[in-house]
């Protein structure tokens, strides 16, 4: 039977029934003596600070007195000088060692890089005839101010140049993205041989358009605007397609140069890019062009075509 079944018998049972004097029950352990504190009851005194009442600023001065550096507490104080004692100039030579250290900060900011390229170098075939044009810049200088030279132009083989043109332009970095330019354009070819003014900014817009407007005001006080656009889509490692854009505007009308007042003429385009090499990438395409309002009545007046779609091939190249 279990222990816990006979609890409740147990408990019922009379004082008498549980009478133990009979049975032999085991002596308890001595008591363990427990000797008396002989401090109990003393009042203990605390024994006094030996540094209590002395004055640690001067010991915390002397510990940073000769410190350096980080060492130094924090503060506000001006940076140090930096050394100018190299141990190189006592073996090159001063001289030798300021000539490194000039060409070691332009190669590491403030340097000076040149580049020629052509945007576009083509051949056109147009309804009835075949032409050619270009679009090209060069340029000389560093990270902020730079001297440009564009030129642009087209005409037909066999024949004299359409349109022609060159810039000179002094370039100001306004951000990382953003160039400010300003200087002079001048129109050749057969027409009249104007000069202009320019100014205008180029850049990267959002989403990597590359973006130029540029404002030319000529001798005479004609006032013309151009926008141009491009965007590279890279469809593989080397296949590149270019859409562009290119419209100009003029304030008023300018019967010598056949343009007239508002949205003179526009130019879009799409050309495919191999560019296994950067510096050499040859390209193919079609363009189409459209004159607008009286730059259209000019061109009717000529017998000339108001527009048209051009197939192109040509190269894309930069030095």
Known sequence: MRLSGLAPLILAMPAA????????????????????????????????????????????????????????????????APPRDRAADSYWGAGAMATAQDK?????????????????????????????????????????????????????FGGAVESAEVQALYSR??????????????????????????????????????????LFLSTRGDLLGRIQSYYDQRITQDLVLQPRAELNLAAQDVPESATG?????ME??????????????????VSWERKFGATADYARRRGDETGGTSFVAGIRIWF
């Open 17 to 80: 029934a549980q009478d133990h004097s009979a049975h032999s029950m085991p002596a308890p352990p001595p008591q363990t003596h427990v000797p008396a504190d002989p401090h109990a009851g003393h009042d203990m005194p605390v024994p006094a600070d030996p540094h209590a009442g002395h004055d640690m600023s001067t010991m915390q001065e002397s510990a940073t007195a000769g410190a350096t550096g980080t060492d130094l507490a924090p503060g506000d104080a001006s940076a140090p």
């Open 261 to 265: 007042a508002g949205l003179s003429d």
């Open 268 to 285: 879009l385009g799409l050309r495919l890019r191999y560019e296994r090499i950067r510096e050499f990438a040859p390209y193919v395409g």
């Open 104 to 156: 070691l900060r332009r190669e590491h900011g403030g340097g000076r890089w040149s580049q020629l390229a052509f945007n576009l170098a083509e051949y056109q075939a147009r309804k009835g005839n075949e032409g050619y044009r270009w679009d090209g810049e060069a340029w000389i200088g560093g990270d902020r101010d730079r001297l440009a030279l564009k030129s642009e132009g087209s005409g037909d």
């Open 173 to 214: 970095a306004l951000d990382p993205y953003w160039n400010l330019q300003a200087g002079l354009r001048q129109d050749l070819g057969p027409g009249p041989r104007r000069t202009w003014a320019a100014i205008g900014v180029e850049g990267v817009a959002p989403w990597w358009f590359d973006v130029e407007g540029t």
